[in-house]
């Protein structure tokens, strides 16, 4: 009997697995994938060769030999030296790709300050600040990066007085000139003996860093709180004071100084510099102020409630506790606000800061002609600096997910 | 000890009411000296500005001058509106011809009374209006605008939307007047001849081709003039840019979205791919890699015009940051859904079409209006490779001899009427939000 059953269990019908070849769901999705493969690989061979055809009929040579051949213009602001006719494509590429990462630095920094202080301003108790904050953010969220670029550069920044009637904004001291032709700034000059006060301020950054783990701990022993910010200051503008004026004060300024018609010496900003960077902060930082925002609606009001309960100020309150906690939902949408600034600084193209796009796939391309490449290598540096981001924000992903629960 | 007092503690007054006014200034504005600082400060500020805005923009300005001098004679501190007004129209239509504007201002009423449905409460069969508005507008409007001759798919196309068209404003009627819609009369009235359903449905296919013969036929004698797309510019080329932008990059996002999520390993990578490239470089590399590499790469004596380029360059760029979006949505659906229909039979393109993405798009509404907020904003960066859209139209005031140097005052004009629309569709966007939420939130 029980042998019977057995077999019994063995022989009932079992679904037989019919193969139907229309039907098969494994032959579908290899017939579909190598569809869509054959289809883009079509298409790529397709635009490659009219490429290959046009660029022979027009008589136009390839491959990136071009970057070693000597560029004939100049660049209007540049960090490295350079001179035109005698530098090459492959230069002008890389001043390009570090003016475009100087400027998105400095908007970067200013818009997320910023943009920091507007976000927790428009959670302000105080109504008027909170409405104020509010229309800054959807003013300048709602008009185009463009339009607030080209009004800045022309609107403000060219409308400024002429080198003869340059504004002194540094209070008289002739270090911070501002005119129609940009910023002028005295540049440091460092003397000889200029590495002792480096060392001396570096010591006393280290002296606060030990005050500070010796409250922590004395705190978390006792509860007892030592007050630390007078005597920090004090040892940070004391050792490096009395180093500076023991070696006989190294430091000159090279001051911008008027000559002729211009002014020579110091550091200069180009007009467009200063449109661009103030643009883009100010556009960005709506932005963040707005991720910031959400990011600390997202901490639950209890927090705020217990805070406020253990009497904790205000001002602690959102240093301490909610700030701290918000951090993962704020963070992520800021980087990519970053990313935005980066690709967004693009737009110096319309106002002639020469960034990699006006320079090397604007002027460059004008010139040199090699239209494939170099479209190819500027999209290139974008996709590199937004693979960097990207891999920044994954390190930071991966911080925050170990640290919480 | 006592904690009891012997004596009653004296009444205090009552506390000011934080509904009247004093109590609420008292405490928004006025809560610590901090605040109350802080409340003045920001007063001053908020009076400074307006005030300069209000001198430089309304007291002082010159609304009359036939040019910049007269303006800076009527007064130094003002703003000289007269130069924006004087061309309004070259601002709005570019340099559409003056007697051809009809067509123009045709077409986005055309357009608004397509639309107005949607938000009529009543009527039914949004859905259907949103794909007629996709799939036939753009047809009708494109004829419309650039005139001359049309190819067969074109007549196609025109005669479909002349039958949608009337179709849709019936279906509206109906639906405000007798709380019916098109397709139950259009059931009614099939029913009436026969029982059979094979029978109704061919003749309600009948009834369909015939009406398009008819508009066929109508359309066939309709000829306007041409109008070559160089004369296109203004707000209507920004419209028109950002518009077709929007009409391709909702369904092109969602076919990416759909790509990147496959199970299919090869369309996934190549989807992933895709969304990535855009999605890493500016816009204006895009445009100008249209400009610059699109004359290469199509076969000899095919010549693309530097709109079709521009517009191709934007619905691509646009379709990968939608994909973004929608992946959103799609990743917020919870896996409960598949699997529920799955049980019910349904394939994979009835779960996405029937369960998945209606749940993934009404999520993602805010992100999605953001989006096509973010596409309108950057049509401006067609100026830069030399379109003459509305801020390559506010510049070029600037270059206009009586108006030479006029620099300011177009930009913010442009910088209003932006602010105006893309305020206005976040709003509404927020709007649809509260109302669409199904209260299925924790």
């Not at chain 1, 902060?281 to 309960?309: F, K, N």
């Not at chain 2, 009543?122 to 001359?148: D, E, N, S």
């Not at chain 2, 079709?308 to 659906?333: H, K, P």
């Amino acid at each position: 009997m029980a042998k019977n059953a057995e077999t019994d269990i063995n022989k009932r019908a079992r679904p037989v697995e019919k193969f139907d070849f229309f039907q098969d769901q494994r032959v579908r999705s290899i017939f579909y994938q190598l569809l869509t493969l054959s289809i883009v690989c079509w298409l790529g061979w397709y635009l490659i060769s009219n490429t290959t055809e046009n660029l022979a009929a027009r008589g136009m040579s390839t491959g990136f030999g071009f970057l070693s051949s000597t560029a004939g213009f100049d660049a209007d602001f540049k960090l490295i030296e350079y001179i035109p006719g005698k530098g090459s494509y492959g230069d002008i590429f890389i001043i390009g790709a570090l003016n475009t990462l100087f400027i998105s630095f400095f908007a970067i920094v200013v818009s997320t300050l910023f943009g920091f202080l507007l976000g927790v301003l428009r959670l302000s108790n105080n109504w008027l600040v909170s409405k104020v904050t509010l229309a800054y953010i959807e003013i300048f969220r709602n008009i185009p990066l463009l339009i607030q670029i080209v009004f800045w550069y022309i609107g403000v920044f060219s409308l400024l007085p002429v080198v003869r009637k340059t504004i002194d904004i540094s209070f008289g001291s002739d270090m911070l000139l501002l005119n129609n032709r940009g910023l002028y700034l005295a540049t440091p000059i460092y003397g000889e003996l200029f590495w002792v006060t480096a060392v001396a301020f570096a010591a006393a950054v280290v002296g606060v860093l030990m005050m500070r783990y010796k409250a922590h701990r004395l705190q978390d022993k006792s509860g007892e709180q030592t007050p630390l910010m007078l005597r920090s200051l004090l040892l940070l503008i004391a050792l490096p004071g009395v180093a500076f004026a023991l070696t006989g004060a190294p430091l000159s300024w090279d001051m911008p100084v008027l000559e002729g018609f211009n002014f020579v010496g110091g550091t200069s900003l180009p007009p467009s510099f200063l449109a661009l960077v103030v643009a883009l902060s100010i556009y960005h930082s709506a932005q963040i102020a707005e991720s910031v925002r959400a990011g600390i609606l997202s901490v639950s009001r209890g927090q705020h409630d217990a805070a406020m309960a253990i009497g904790l100020k205000p001002g602690r309150v959102m240093a301490l506790v909610i700030i701290p906690q918000a951090m993962p939902a704020i963070v992520p949408p800021m980087i990519s606000q970053w990313m935005n600034t980066v690709k967004n600084s693009s737009l110096a193209i319309a106002i002639g800061y020469a960034d990699i796009v006006s320079l090397f796939m604007q002027t460059g391309l004008n010139q040199a002609g090699h239209a494939v490449e170099m479209v190819g290598m500027t999209m290139a540096f974008y996709m590199f600096i937004s693979l960097s981001i990207s891999w920044l924000l994954n390190i930071y992903n991966k911080r925050v997910q170990l640290v919480e629960r | 000890m006592a904690i009891i007092t012997q004596n009653k503690t004296p009444t205090r007054p009552a506390p000011l009411s934080e509904s009247s006014v004093l109590g609420w200034m008292r405490k928004s504005l006025f809560s610590s000296w901090f605040n109350s600082a802080l409340t003045i400060f920001t007063l001053y500020i908020v009076y400074i500005t307006l005030q300069g805005v209000y001198i430089w923009g309304f007291a002082d300005a010159s609304l009359v001058a036939d040019n910049r001098r007269a303006c800076y004679d009527n007064s130094l501190t003002g703003a000289c509106w007269a130069g924006i007004i004087d061309w309004l129209d070259n601002i709005f239509y570019g340099r559409y011809p003056r007697e051809e504007i009809w067509r123009i201002d045709l077409g986005a009423l055309l357009l608004l009374l397509w639309m107005a449905p949607m938000w009529m409460r009543k009527v039914k069969g949004k859905i259907w209006i949103g794909i007629t508005v996709v799939a036939f507008y753009p047809f009708l409007a494109g004829y419309l605008f650039a005139g001359g001759d049309k190819g067969l798919f074109m007549q196609l196309m025109i005669a479909a939307a002349l039958v949608a068209l009337p179709a849709n404003l019936i279906n509206m009627l109906l639906g405000l007047y007798k709380e019916q819609s098109l397709g139950q009369l259009l059931h009614t009235f099939c029913a009436k001849f026969s029982r059979d359903e094979k029978v109704q449905r061919n003749l309600l296919l009948a009834l369909v081709v015939l009406s398009i013969v008819i508009a066929f036929v109508l359309q066939y004698q309709w000829q306007e003039q041409g109008v070559s797309w160089t004369k296109w510019g203004g707000l209507f080329l920004t419209m028109s840019i950002a518009g077709i932008g929007i009409a391709f990059s909702l369904p092109g996002g969602i076919i990416l979205a759909l790509g990147r999520r496959s199970k299919l390993p090869i369309i996934r990578v190549l989807s992933t791919g895709f969304i990535e490239v855009f999605r890493s470089v500016p816009l204006i590399t895009v445009l100008f890699m249209a400009t610059t590499m699109f004359p290469l790469f199509m076969p000899e004596g095919f010549v693309l015009n530097k709109l079709t380029q521009v517009i191709i360059a934007v619905c691509l760029f646009n379709a990968c940051y939608m994909a973004e979006t929608v992946r959103g949505g799609l990743q917020a659906i919870p896996k409960g859904q598949y699997e529920g229909a799955h049980t019910l039979g349904l394939g994979y393109w009835g779960t996405m079409g029937f369960i998945i993405m209606p749940q993934a798009l009404k999520h993602m509404i805010p992100n999605i209006v953001g989006n096509f907020i973010g596409l309108l904003k950057d049509t401006t960066l067609v100026s830069i490779i030399g379109l003459f859209d509305l801020l390559g139209m506010l510049r070029s005031i600037s270059r206009d001899v009586p108006w030479l140097g006029l620099h300011k005052e177009p930009l913010i004009f442009g910088a209003i009427i932006f602010f105006i629309i893309c305020f206005s569709m976040s709003k509404y966007s927020r709007h649809l939000e509260s109302k669409l939420a199904t209260g299925n939130k924790n």
